[in-house]
């Protein structure tokens, strides 16, 4: 399952840096102005031309826009875990970056960059075949991207080491020309950059991606092989004579529905834990050619599914199944997941030891009725497909704890009962009188808060929305309810900074901003 590939750089976390600078760039800007303050005669007009300026540390940011350019690619060097660079998007979508060359539509070749709030697409030209966000190299983050109508991939990386992906959009991207496949999510061939602290060096959580597909045939096998949701493709390295990539990488919180090829799959890879995601009606293209599952694992060891909701639509094929181990040494773990579609919902290859019941796999829940989950409103449509959970769900505590994801796919806490939920969503009571919910800042547009995740001695919370009213406050609290800080916003203030300093431990905190009648909420995390 080779993949194509250029060199594309992102990192996540942010450091002050004594020489980074601030910039803009916004299309009724000028490349002959110094780029250090948002406005036309102030800021800089193109991306390619202020990816040249950047330097490690600096922060760049792009007013709402569209920025149709021929290979916008970074190429400065010193980035590192403690050095961040940042390119953003001010309002999350609203800088638009639509490729219209034969390469990717954006390339990083930089280490220690957060890509973060941009809608990438591509003009029409299926005869290109290249991935919206492809990245290489060490401390990479990718996030609340919305990246569409590629005619490839959506995000690639390869040879790639501590990444983080998440709360992207993925989706229509397509692969139909050419000998490769490409898919929603991909890391492919990862490289090991540095000692592992024993946590999860790879990331990929609170992404949607949907009708993603696939229809050209990949080398000798004269089939099409991906168009995937998420792929964690080859980390045994065998397709690039590389080492065996061995650190851990997480994927969770995902809703994958409506591709072309699988939901979630592990291809020649160890050491990966699938929890707490959401799969649905996947594999309407490789139906056609190969025996898949919506969740599947296709060689590799100590890999593990824990509190997942995989739903599998045999009225379209009885080839698909729930859940496929084909290759393991018994080492794969599967416990708490709910399996639905297929009468057989679990398929594992003759002879090896991976089986729902032994090897310490238990609490997994399988049946053939694919509206068993008890969904919201199940669909394939876009448009009006709802994955949460109603009150009668047979997936409401049924989770394990010591796997399940500390948050679900809105930002709500979990557990708020005892046991977690299966799948992506948390349930929510319709009278949300003991709820405790995170709103993502970057779902926010007219409330954003940077750095973020916050290291040095302050950070800004940033409005979008000018007031006329007086008393408009800002109070933060941990996730006790505990108040750490509390300010009164002067009438037509649009952002405050603030000591970290008050904030003695490192965790998540919560912001609440009034103004007028409205109230806006957001997370920052201290390091």
């Known amino acids: 399952m080779k993949k194509m590939f250029l060199m594309v750089l992102l990192t996540f976390g942010v450091m002050f840096v004594t020489n980074a600078k601030t910039c803009y760039v916004r299309t009724d800007g000028s490349n002959l102005n110094k780029g250090d303050s948002n406005t036309p005669k102030g800021a800089w007009e193109t991306m390619t031309f202020a990816f040249a300026k950047l330097t490690a540390g600096d922060t760049l940011f792009f007013a709402d826009g569209i920025y149709n350019e021929i290979d916008p690619i970074t190429s400065f060097k010193g980035g590192s875990k403690t050095i961040r660079t940042t390119i953003k998007s001010i309002n999350k979508w609203g800088a638009k970056i639509i490729c219209n060359s034969t390469h990717q539509a954006i390339r990083l070749h930089s280490d220690g960059v957060i890509f973060d709030g941009f809608d990438v697409t591509w003009v029409p030209n299926p005869s290109s075949a290249h991935n919206g966000v492809e990245f290489q190299g060490n401390w990479i983050t990718v996030r609340n991207c919305n990246i569409h109508d590629i005619p490839f991939g959506g995000i690639q990386g390869a040879f790639c080491d501590n990444v983080l992906i998440e709360n992207n959009h993925c989706y229509n991207n397509f692969s139909s020309t050419g000998s490769e496949n490409g898919s929603g999510i991909s890391i492919w061939c990862p490289k090991m950059f540095e000692e592992n602290s024993g946590g999860f060096n790879i990331i990929i959580r609170s992404n949607i991606c949907y009708n993603n597909w696939a229809t050209t045939a990949v080398g000798s096998t004269g089939k099409p092989t991906d168009g995937n949701g998420i792929i964690i493709d080859d980390f045994h390295g065998d397709q690039m004579n590389q080492p065996n990539y061995i650190y851990k990488t997480l994927v969770e919180n995902n809703l994958c529905y409506n591709n072309g090829g699988r939901g979630i ?178 779902l926010i547009p007219k409330l954003n808060i940077f750095p973020n995740p916050v290291i040095g001695d302050s950070f800004t919370i940033f409005m979008n929305e000018n007031s006329k009213a007086k008393d408009n406050s800002v109070s933060i609290f941990d996730l006790t309810g505990k108040v750490f800080y509390e300010t009164i916003l002067e009438q037509q203030q649009k952002e405050i900074s603030i000591p970290t300093s008050r904030f003695p431990k490192a965790g998540i905190y919560l912001v609440r901003v009034t103004k007028d009648k409205m109230v806006f909420t957001g997370k920052f995390i201290v390091s």
Not at 285 to 292: A, G, P, S
């Open 265 to 442: 799959l592990i291809f020649a890879s160890d050491n990966v834990t699938i929890q707490n995601n959401t799969v649905y009606y996947n594999n309407y293209i490789l139906k056609d050619f190969w025996d898949t599952g919506d969740l599947q694992i296709d060689g590799g060891i100590n890999n593990a599914f824990y509190n997942n909701i995989s739903v599998t639509n045999y009225a379209l094929s009885t080839r698909p199944v729930a859940l496929k181990v084909t290759t393991d040494n018994g080492t794969t773990k599967i416990c708490n997941n709910l399996l639905c579609g297929n009468p057989f919902s679990f398929w594992s290859a003759s002879g090896l030891k991976t089986s729902l019941t032994s090897g310490g796999n238990s609490n997994n829940i399988t049946k053939s009725d694919v509206a068993f989950p008890a969904f919201v409103n199940p669909d394939t449509d876009a448009a009006i497909a709802d994955f949460h959970l109603k009150n009668s769900s047979p997936a409401i505590n049924k989770g394990n704890n010591a796997f399940g994801s500390e948050t679900d796919l809105d930002g709500n806490i979990r557990p708020q009962d005892k046991t977690t939920d299966l799948g992506c969503y948390k349930y929510l009571s319709s009278t949300g009188s003991n709820e405790l919910r995170l709103e993502p800042t970057d």
